[in-house]
């Protein structure tokens, strides 16, 4: 599904990807841990194609065509959704007209028919009940004003609604409370399904407990320094990430 | 309308027949263009209401009279006038004291000016051509203000303030400036500072005179703040209560300058103080402060201009103004960035407080932009004191009087408590409690 | 930064093609010579039969008019009028329709294309038949349609062209006009007093609620020729009126004049809401061309409680100077001000209000939202002022001001006065550009950079777009998307 091959990328001279090679199959759950600074969220927002990152070398391959060339609206429309760590507010703009924008947009550069508005809102309504998304909460401006737990919540909503092929969840765990943990990984788990894979981006082992990985990469220094199966979460969450930062530090 | 502008005013023909007379006086300077000055301001007048700049402050209908240029006082009538000044009295300080416009060295610290700095009375500076000079008129604007130009006109005594690059003083130089006299008079002074590149300086300003006399005072205060120098001002306006008191304050400053200017104004009938920012460096950081205390009969004209032609400037300007009584508040401020100004951070907000129904505040913020990549925003309030609060301290058994006075307090203090010296901090916060009392 | 080039190249290549109502009709038309005189100004009243006293009126405005000076404190640079060298009046040669079978048909064909029913027929057809709006059609200098017109008369409600009004109401139209913009307000105004040619008169009688929008719908065509409309509406007593104004004109290389009047008076409890959608040819992406349009609109809230809003979208006109303003003589009575501006290539806006409080507790609302693009500049002018008498008067001002590209410029004048302690204002203005990252959260859900950049301009004049009548502001949001196109590189 993605093959990412020796990915090099700084930002203002900084080099934060060194040669990252990544691959995760078809229908994969991957998770990537690893110390704060260690280019994770780097990683989301260079699959994503955030601009300000400069690309000096290396390949993201989507099923075998390379996306780097492609714009950030391309991508999405090509099937990668990134779950934002921060998801932006946007005032003004209400979550229904942003949902079926953008829900548009995407079907459109597929060459999809637009979907009908009563097919839209049940859509939502569908996702939103699952995600126990309070619909006075899809009446708001986009992500204006809602809790941290609601905003990322809402990023799962659109993951349901776009229906993409390859997700990257960035720290969703991040400023959640264990209800709000579990709803977002029933919402996640839900969508596990042949032809849609996940990369799991977390500091912690406890997003995986709910999400449970296929592999588990650790990742330092810009780089993916070690592979294995869901038990080496286990094993990072004994031992801490000590052994990897010393050897940033090196 | 063209012979409109052409007929002028008593006062402005005053002018001139003053300025031809003092004239001579001028020895042979040359080191500012007077002539050239006068021109310019005779061209443009006293700025009436129809002017934009002067829409609040109408000056030619506010000088009536020209009055003639103050002679240096003797050295007695300098120390009498000198001794019942309060401004900065409490802050250690070396001071630098002009009576009438005039700098009377006996009254004055010349001898003991802190290390790392330097202070030349202008009238040397101008007799010898002092290289300094041309550092004069830092903003390009403030060329061409009528106020700034009649300064440079009759310009008749000042300072040169040298600070040199990396200097720290802890003891600020405090230029006090007094008036006296049974008749009108009129003053023009110009201190420049130069703030050379690392160094810190503090500089204290205060205006006292006479009551009851139509003084009219116009000094200005040109500042170059060298790169990653500090320049940190407070001025206090106690002008008397007939007086006519314009001031300029204009800076300049470079990469990663700081500028922190205070000023209280509880004097004069009529004040106009005109703050020009010229952000020329990189990375500069501006605070623009202004209090103003009104009772009857006053008006005071704060008009800021902050010009930002540097990228990252950050300038944050907060104007308070408290009016009891039918006085006049005005504010003027004017943001500007410049297309290559991108990442400037400028906010700037101007609050009133009407103590009476007679008062009245007129606003005019405004904003000119012209880089995409900025935060720039202006707010202006305008009303009567909270209601609420006050029934809720009432409640807590303070008297209406004393709730006031508590609320103008936090009002206003919040332009004040930014003040880096505590010497001068305390002394403007002593002189919003003066004023205060004096309400009763 | 090579974006920055981008931009400009963007920018430059908006073709003025996308400006889609600037196409041109041909018909004969009557025209008074050219240029200005008292004969021209007799020519038009004769045309117009009217009585001698607004013969009178319009030349006293001239004279008045030779002894002004075109103002210039605006923030705007233009090459002046030579106002001898335009038209002052110009009309369709076929006049005078009893029924809209009468209209040339190329007219009839022109407000066809322009998307504006003028068959009464084809209005109820629509999809929601509820919602039916009255149209008056001026087409350069005389209004050439009106519809409802007898459903309207039903419910007393008077809306006709002023022409006719001169005519068949003449003590009502004496009363009022000119007491709300005096002959001699402004350059541009008393202009207009001598010379105008048509325009729409409404009179909404006490307590009715008027049974419609009513909407006027104004088209310049001729060449070198000035338009000139005045507007009156009076909402007596207790009644209410929604009406909608809307603008185009053919592209043409030159210059042309729009210099209106809009007078609105409310009695007391009465509400009039007033909507422009204003879409004149703005000019070519470098500058030629283009409507000046010097536009005086005032609103006189004369009675207790009485409201008066504006609401403006701008997305056309080289120049626009306009400030829709709200005088508040009654007590309680309130005036609202929302607008968008929206400015791409070199057009010139400058643009606000006026609120004068002069009543008891009367309060206002501001809110402005201007957008700058390409090369324009785009000015904020404001004045809001509580006069001594006017006790616990209120005001709210937001105006936030919006950068595309480093090309453009956003500037914000307000003046803020208050004579009285009880007055309460409250003034706020930012100025910002989108947000990178918000542009990205957008894109990366699958929105283009334009459709992004659209979607938050949208969200950023919201607040203005919700007081809009919908159809209105449906054609809003899309013309502001049209007007931005090519903005972002």
Same mark, same amino acid.
């Given at each position: 599904m993605l093959?990412?091959?020796? @990915?090099?990328?700084?930002?203002?001279?900084?080099?934060?990807?060194?040669? @990252?090679?990544?691959?995760?199959?078809?229908?994969?759950?991957?998770?990537?841990?690893?110390?704060?600074?260690?280019?994770?969220?780097?990683?989301?927002?260079?699959?994503?194609?955030?601009?300000?990152?400069?690309? @000096?070398?290396?390949?993201?391959?989507?099923?075998?065509?390379?996306?780097?060339?492609?714009?950030?609206?391309?991508?999405?429309?090509?099937?990668?959704? @990134?779950?934002?760590?921060?998801?932006?507010?946007i005032p003004g703009v209400g979550t229904m007209t942003f949902l079926k924008a953008c829900l548009n947009a995407q079907r459109k550069a597929r060459g999809e028919d637009e979907l009908s508005t009563p097919d839209f809102i049940r859509a939502v309504n569908a996702a939103a009940d699952k995600l126990e998304i309070n619909k006075e909460m899809l009446k708001r401006a986009l992500n204006v004003g809602f809790s941290g737990g609601e905003k990322k919540r809402m990023e799962i909503l659109q993951m349901a609604l776009l229906q993409p092929k390859f997700c990257v969840l960035d720290e969703t765990d991040s400023g959640l409370d264990i209800d709000a943990l579990r709803i977002v990984s029933e919402g996640v788990n839900a969508l596990r399904a042949q032809g849609r894979s996940f990369l799991v981006i977390t500091h912690y082992q406890r997003l995986l407990n709910h999400i449970v990985p296929d592999t588990v990469h650790v990742m330092s220094k810009g780089q993916i320094v070690k592979t294995g199966g869901k038990e080496l979460a286990l094993e990072l969450e004994a031992s801490g990430y000590a052994e990897y930062r010393t050897s940033e530090a090196a | 309308m063209a012979d409109v502008t052409n007929l002028r005013s008593p006062a402005e023909a005053g002018l001139s027949k003053l300025f031809e007379s003092s004239r001579k006086a001028f020895a042979s300077d040359q080191a500012i263009s007077r002539e050239e000055a006068f021109r310019f301001f005779e061209a443009t007048g006293l700025p009436s209401r129809r002017v934009e700049a002067f829409k609040y402050t109408d000056l030619r209908a506010a000088i009536t009279e020209a009055a003639p240029p103050a002679e240096a006082p003797s050295e007695d009538a300098a120390r009498a006038a000198v001794a019942g000044v309060k401004g900065f009295a409490e802050v250690e300080a070396a001071r630098l004291t002009f009576v009438n416009g005039h700098l009377v060295a006996a009254l004055s610290d010349l001898d003991r000016i802190p290390e790392g700095v330097t202070v030349a009375p202008l009238n040397e500076a101008l007799a010898q051509g002092d290289a300094r000079l041309k550092l004069l008129a830092p903003v390009e604007q403030v060329r061409e203000n009528p106020i700034y130009q009649l300064n440079t006109a009759f310009l008749a005594d000042g300072a040169l303030i040298s600070v040199a690059p990396g200097a720290k003083p802890r003891t600020p130089v405090h230029l006090r400036f007094v008036g006296t006299g049974a008749t009108a008079f009129s003053t023009a002074t110009r201190v420049l500072v130069e703030v050379g590149a690392g160094a810190e300086f503090f500089l204290l300003e205060s205006h006292e005179g006479p009551a009851g006399l139509t003084y009219q005072p116009n000094d200005a205060l040109d500042v170059h703040i060298g790169e990653e120098a500090a320049f940190r001002h407070t001025r206090l306006n106690r002008e008397g209560d007939a007086a006519i008191a314009l001031s300029t304050l204009s800076v300049r400053l470079d990469a990663r300058a700081q500028?922190?200017?205070?000023?209280?104004?509880?004097?004069?009938?009529?004040?106009?103080?005109?703050?020009?920012?010229?952000?020329?460096?990189?990375?500069?950081?501006?605070?623009?402060?202004?209090?103003?205390?009104?009772?009857?009969?006053?008006?005071?004209?704060?008009?800021?201009?902050?010009?930002?032609?540097?990228?990252?400037?950050?300038?944050?300007?907060?104007?308070?103004t408290v009016i009891d009584g039918d006085s006049t508040g005005v504010f003027q401020g004017k943001i500007i960035v410049r297309q290559v100004a991108q990442q400037t951070d400028g906010k700037m907000k101007s609050d009133c407080l009407l103590l009476t129904d007679d008062g009245q505040m007129m606003n005019k913020p405004e904003l000119e932009i012209f880089a995409d990549d900025v935060a720039c925003g202006h707010g202006a309030t305008c009303g009567a004191p909270d209601e609420d609060l006050l029934f809720y301290l009432m409640a807590r058994g303070l008297p209406r009087a004393t709730a006031e006075s508590l609320l103008v307090q936090a009002f206003i203090g919040e332009a004040v408590e930014t003040v880096t010296h505590e010497g001068a901090r305390d002394a403007l916060i002593g002189g919003i409690e003066a004023w205060l009392a004096a309400r009763g | 930064m090579p974006a920055v080039q981008e931009t400009i190249d963007r920018v430059r290549s908006i073709d003025i093609d996308q400006y889609k109502y600037g196409f041109e009709t041909v018909i004969e038309m009557e025209k008074s010579e050219k240029g200005l005189s008292e004969d021209v100004i007799r020519f038009i009243s004769a045309k117009k039969n009217e009585p001698e006293w607004m013969l009178e009126w319009r030349l006293d405005a001239y004279k008045r008019w030779?002894?002004?000076?075109?103002?210039?404190?605006?923030?705007?640079?233009?090459?002046?009028?030579?106002?001898?060298?335009?038209?002052?009046?110009?009309?369709?040669?076929?006049?005078?329709?009893?029924?809209?079978?009468? =209209?040339?048909?190329? !007219? #009839?064909?022109?407000?066809?294309?322009?998307?504006?029913p003028l068959r009464e027929v084809e209005a109820l057809e629509g999809i929601a038949p509820e919602r039916r709006v009255a149209v008056d059609a001026v087409f350069d200098s005389v209004s050439v349609a009106t519809t409802f017109r007898k459903e309207l008369e039903k419910a007393g409600v008077i809306f006709m062209p002023i022409s006719e009004a001169i005519r068949e109401y003449p003590d009502l139209v004496r009363q009022y006009l000119g007491s709300v913009v005096p002959v001699t307000d402004n350059f541009f105004a008393t202009l207009n007093s001598a010379v105008f040619s048509d325009g729409s008169f409404v009179y909404i009688p006490p307590g009715v609620r008027c049974p419609m929008e009513l909407s006027t719908y104004f088209r310049i065509n001729e060449r070198d020729t000035g338009q000139f409309e005045r507007t009156l509406i009076i909402a007596d007593k207790g009644s209410y009126v929604s009406y909608l104004e809307g603008c185009t004109?053919?592209?043409?290389?030159?210059?042309? #004049?729009?210099?209106?009047?809009?007078? #609105?008076?409310?009695?007391?409890?009465?509400? =009039?809401?007033?909507?422009?959608?204003?879409?004149?040819?703005?000019?070519?992406?470098?500058?030629?061309?283009? !409507?000046?349009?010097?536009?005086?609109?005032?609103?006189?809230?004369?009675?207790?409680?009485?409201? =008066?809003?504006?609401?403006?979208v701008e997305t056309g006109s080289a120049i626009t100077w306009k400030y829709p303003s709200c005088i508040l003589r009654g007590d309680d009575s309130r005036g609202e001000f929302y607008s968008i501006a929206v400015s791409n290539g070199m057009q010139q806006v400058d643009s606000g209000t006026k609120m004068i409080h002069l009543g008891k507790n009367t309060t206002s609302r501001i809110i402005s939202k201007g957008i700058s693009a390409g090369r324009s500049q785009n000015t904020y002018r404001g004045l809001v002022s509580a006069h001594k008498k006017a006790k616990g008067a209120r005001n709210f001002t937001n105006c936030d001001s919006l950068l595309i590209g480093d090309q453009c410029g956003a500037h914000t004048v307000p003046y803020i006065e208050s004579k009285n302690a009880s007055a309460v204002f409250e003034h706020e203005a930012t100025t910002s550009k989108i947000s990178e990252d918000q542009k990205f959260y957008c894109q990366q859900r699958g929105l283009s950079e334009e459709e992004a950049t659209a979607l938050i301009v949208n969200g950023f004049v919201r607040d203005v777009l919700q007081q809009l009548p919908m159809e209105f502001a449906v054609e809003a949001q899309k013309l502001i998307s049209i007007s931005l196109e090519g903005s972002v590189g």
């Open positions: 093959e990412i091959k020796n @990915l090099v990328v700084q930002i203002e001279d900084n080099r934060i990807l060194n040669g @990252l090679n990544l691959t995760v199959n078809d229908g994969e759950v991957a998770a990537i841990m690893g110390p704060n600074g260690s280019g994770k969220s780097t990683l989301s927002y260079v699959i994503a194609g955030k601009e300000d990152y400069e690309v @000096l070398d290396g390949e993201i391959l989507l099923d075998g065509q390379n996306v780097l060339e492609m714009a950030a609206d391309e991508r999405a429309a090509a099937g990668i959704f @990134l779950a934002f760590q921060y998801p932006l507010e | 500028l922190e200017t205070v000023n209280l104004v509880t004097g004069a009938k009529l004040s106009r103080h005109q703050i020009y920012l010229h952000v020329a460096g990189a990375d500069a950081n501006a605070v623009v402060n202004g209090a103003t205390l009104l009772g009857h009969g006053q008006l005071a004209d704060s008009t800021l201009l902050a010009d930002h032609a540097a990228t990252g400037g950050v300038g944050r300007e907060m104007f308070k | 030779l002894t002004m000076k075109e103002p210039e404190w605006a923030r705007v640079a233009y090459d002046k009028v030579d106002y001898n060298d335009i038209y002052y009046y110009a009309a369709p040669k076929r006049k005078g329709p009893e029924s809209l079978d009468e =209209i040339d048909p190329e !007219i #009839l064909k022109t407000y066809e294309k322009l998307g504006i004109a053919p592209k043409r290389d030159d210059n042309q #004049l729009h210099a209106a009047v809009v007078e #609105l008076v409310a009695l007391e409890d009465a509400e =009039i809401k007033y909507s422009t959608v204003q879409n004149w040819y703005p000019g070519d992406n470098e500058g030629k061309g283009g !409507i000046y349009n010097f536009v005086t609109k005032r609103g006189d809230c004369r009675g207790a409680r009485s409201k =008066i809003s504006w609401t403006q």
